[in-house]
């Protein structure tokens, strides 16, 4: 893991797009909403509609770089399942300390909720969850290059988005957040063996 972390680490500092991009598409974004001074009952779909797409534009990047460069068809031929795992949870870990986090901070702050740790966890819960999923369709769109593909997948989050709106809209935090976390269960394993499976079968 630690060797994983650290390369994932050196990409991210070392790659200035890496920094700069997911807050910057996030801003720009969410800076739009604030100027067209929307109803204050819109802050969350403001906060969240631009966290969706910011998620939706670096997940496309996911797995491209490693691709072009042949490290990924190496890692998935030569490594064992539990390298690739490592991997691919050293991605994650590495969003949720310098992507998701500081979203999530934003977010909540616009959106006039004081900065809970219980809410905090649930955006960074919720930004995971979407980042799993639309992993799943960068993994599906690797060599065809073809962000359209993982379109395909938002059927999937009808009901997530749903659950989120119960719990930062409606205020309805108890019975949503246990079905939003079994969501996250769901993408973190299912979702997450799925895109395993999918970039190994890309590899062949």
Known sequence: MNKALQRELKLFFLIPKNIYLPISIFGIIFV??????LDNSLNYASSFIASFITIFIISENTFKDDHANGYLEQKLSESG???IILYLLAKWIINV????MPIAAISLIFQGHEISIELFGIYVIMLSTLYFFFNLGSAISLKRNNSLNALLIIPLLIPFIILVKGIFVDGQLEPNFWFLFAYFVFASSF????ILQVLRIQSR
């Open 97 to 100: 300390f310098f992507v998701f």
């Open 81 to 83: 399942i539990s390298d």
């Open 191 to 194: 979702i997450f063996y799925t």
């Open 32 to 37: 739009i909403f604030l100027v067209l001074d």
